[in-house]
């Protein structure tokens, strides 16, 4: 396998998008990524999509070669494929875009992320988000994606004795982060009063624990790393991929106080790369819930079990911590079109190991981590990233 | 959704009917085509079996925002339930007098899970109430 580097990223804003469609979204995205990269679209050889759920969404399948199309791709018939696992269809699309380039089956890949969530009602946006669980044997019976999280929240503070303030804290840094992301779809600060005291969604979640359904899209471009040194003076490197399946249902897991899926990727990530979680100096995380933060500093082994709690209430998360985390805002505040999320995650890690971030640029991290969840945990996808 | 999705799987949603492993002695509800752990040892050997509907709560929320199918329950309770038997399941949690309690007992009660529409299939299923309760 030879070495795989990030050349070019770009993104949308995130949020309700009432005059962007999908097509629109995949294609400013992409175009994003291209100019950072400096590359022109025939220097693409192949598309990788992630996207969860346009069929339901929008009634369009076959979105990849839409994309490609609308690309411009179509005039070369590239290869263009689609990858689906839930929230975590983005963050799939850019493993499997990475393993492509590491196999030296392509060259350079441009990876895209994009959801176009808000052209359904709210209520069916929720209905089409929760199909990432199982219909059968949870949504038949009345649960929805934030009552399973919240049935591992009741857990994480039995088992570890986790407050609903600490929780709380996780939206609190999310929020004040996004404060200075100008993609983010919420930029006003909250409080840990506000979080406990919002409407409830699902006890002991509130609105305010929750990440809201959003528009937008993300791109990534990769290359050889042999060949990004030519192409860029500041290349990432992919350093560590991986990945891990548990059961689509929470109920079949022996555990709710974590997601084993995340502990298993991340020690696959961890090894390949060398690199370990004393090692990450940034890192971006799938906090849909509250409680989804608190797991996953757990889980990647940031803190030990239990401690993720007052971890984040001690700040040791926040952007002036010892490991900033979410410093786009996360799902939470940059917002949540779910194919987007797990190309977001990388496209801010390499915006602050570049040096690129702006008013919330913290120091100069090496290497940061991106965490991925599809569902309540059925897959999970970590990645690793260094600066060369 | 067309009736046979839900009508196929009936027997085990009316009655609480799984299977067992014959070679580790592992139970699953709902029931699976081969053991996760003996794989192809155990195709065509699972072993029917039905479930007290006896357990133990293990974890819950009161759910308020609600799909549109249940929103006239809203709020409800919504449960994970360790059977005795051992495998876990996901169930709303009824007939309750105040905040449910982790570790509690439970029973299984037949119940009408939700209807699709007003012209739409009625469906039923099991749901979970406090076990040992005088009623």
Not at chain 1, 258 to 274: D, E, F, M, N, V
Not at chain 1, 283 to 305: C, K, Q, T, W
Not at chain 2, 89 to 99: N, S
Request: aromatic share 6%; proline share 5%; net charge negative.
């Amino acid at each position: 396998m030879r070495k795989v580097a990030v050349v070019g990223i770009g993104m949308t804003p995130f949020g309700e998008l009432w005059d962007m469609s999908l097509r629109s979204l995949g294609i400013e995205a992409g175009l994003n990524a291209m100019v950072d990269a400096g590359l022109s679209s025939d220097e693409i050889d192949a598309l990788y999509v992630g996207n969860m759920s346009s069929g339901r969404f929008l009634g369009q399948e076959h979105i990849a070669a839409m994309i490609s199309d609308q690309a411009g791709f179509t005039r070369r018939n590239l290869p263009a494929i689609r990858v689906e696992a839930g929230e975590a269809s983005g963050a799939l699309a850019f493993r499997e875009a990475f393993l492509s380039v590491a196999a030296e089956i392509h060259d350079v890949v441009i990876v895209g992320g994009a959801e176009k969530m808000t052209d359904v009602s709210d209520a069916m946006a929720q209905e089409i988000f929760a199909a990432s669980v199982d219909q059968e044997w949870e949504s038949f019976f009345g649960a929805t994606v934030p009552s399973l999280y919240a049935m591992m929240a009741r857990r994480h503070m039995l088992e570890y004795g986790t407050t609903r303030e600490q929780m709380a804290e996780v939206p609190v840094n999310g929020h004040r982060n996004a404060a200075k992301n100008p993609n983010a779809h919420f930029r006003n600060q909250i409080t840990v009063d506000a979080v406990i005291g919002s409407g409830p969604v699902a006890t002991p979640l509130g609105v305010l624990d929750c990440a809201p359904v959003s528009d937008g899209a993300s791109a990534v471009v990769l290359a050889p790393l042999e060949i990004a040194k030519r192409m860029t003076d500041r290349p990432v490197m992919i350093a560590g991929s991986g990945t891990a399946t548990d059961s689509i249902s929470l109920h079949h897991r022996k555990t709710l106080s974590g997601i084993p899926a995340t502990t298993i990727a991340s020690r696959l990530a961890y090894k390949r790369s060398g690199l370990s979680a004393k090692h990450i100096d940034i890192a971006e995380v799938h906090d849909n819930y509250s409680i989804s933060g608190i797991m996953a500093v757990e889980d990647l082994g940031f803190v030990p079990r239990g401690q993720g709690g007052p971890a984040f209430q001690e700040g040791r998360f926040s952007a002036d911590g010892e490991i900033p985390i979410n410093l786009s805002g996360g799902l939470k505040a940059q917002g949540q079109p779910l194919g987007a999320i797990g190309i977001a995650q990388v496209v801010e890690v390499v915006r602050q190991l570049r040096g690129e971030g702006g008013e919330r640029q913290v120091g100069n991290p090496e290497v940061g981590l991106t965490q991925c969840v599809g569902g309540t945990g059925g897959t999970c996808v970590v990645h690793v990233l260094k600066v060369v | 959704m067309g009736v046979a999705r839900f009508w196929r799987d009936h027997r085990i949603r009316y009655q609480l009917i799984g299977n067992a492993c014959p070679i580790c002695g592992n139970r699953y509800f709902p029931p699976r085509e081969l053991c996760p752990d003996c794989h192809r040892e155990s195709i065509g050997k699972m072993q029917e079996m039905q479930f007290s509907g006896k357990g133990a709560l293990y974890s819950y929320t009161v759910v308020h925002e609600t799909p549109d199918d249940f929103s006239d329950q809203r709020p409800y309770v919504m449960g994970i339930v360790e059977l005795e038997e051992g495998p876990r399941i996901t169930a709303q949690i009824v007939e309750l007098e105040g905040e449910p309690v982790i570790g509690m007992p439970v029973e299984m009660v037949f119940r009408k899970i939700r209807e699709e529409s007003a012209e739409g299939v009625i469906q039923y299923g099991y749901k979970f109430r406090p076990a040992g309760v005088k009623r």
